[in-house]
């Protein structure tokens, strides 16, 4: 091997060496989602592999989602972060209700797209609501700004 490729080698193995140890550390440090975001942000995922099977398609209903979700074996929906029951991942825990969902364009990319809502509370709780964006970001917001977000919302 000659120098150039060996310093090559060790600069990547260092760089991976400093990526692991930062996303180990970042886990340690990392605070407790509330248990509606978690919940929430299962999600976008779930849809982003949906888009994924089926063309960039987006799923033309929850249920359809849902269903998808239902016809993964165990270990696929773990690989994305899925490990309770499926049907309760499209049900609030904080209002009881099916999350409320916004198909996305068709050939949008999951993590792209930044403030495009896909599910969001039908009700809330206390005058605010969750609502989860393609990109996966989910944040709780007041009543305005959730007109804003989603003014069709029923």
Known sequence: MSRTSLRGFVLLWLVGCAALCAAAGCQS???ELPIEEAHL????????????RNKGQPPPTAEAL?????SMPADELKGIGITGPVDSLFVSTRD???????????????????ETVLFYEKAGKG?????????GKV???????FKE?????K
């Not at 009881?96 to 792209?112: N, S």
């Not at 977000?149 to 919302?153: E, G, H, M, R, S």
Request: cysteine-free.
């Open 29 to 31: 440090g990392r605070k």
């Open 41 to 52: 942000s299962q999600l976008p995922r779930l849809y982003g592999k949906y888009q994924s």
């Open 66 to 70: 849902k269903k998808f979700a239902q």
């Open 96 to 114: 009881g209700e099916p999350f409320g969902y916004k198909p996305g364009k068709a050939g949008a990319i999951p993590g792209m797209g930044g």
């Open 127 to 135: 005058g605010k609501r969750y609502v989860g964006y393609v990109s």
């Open 139 to 145: 944040e709780e917001v007041d009543d305005a700004r």
């Open 149 to 153: 977000l989603v003014p069709d919302a």
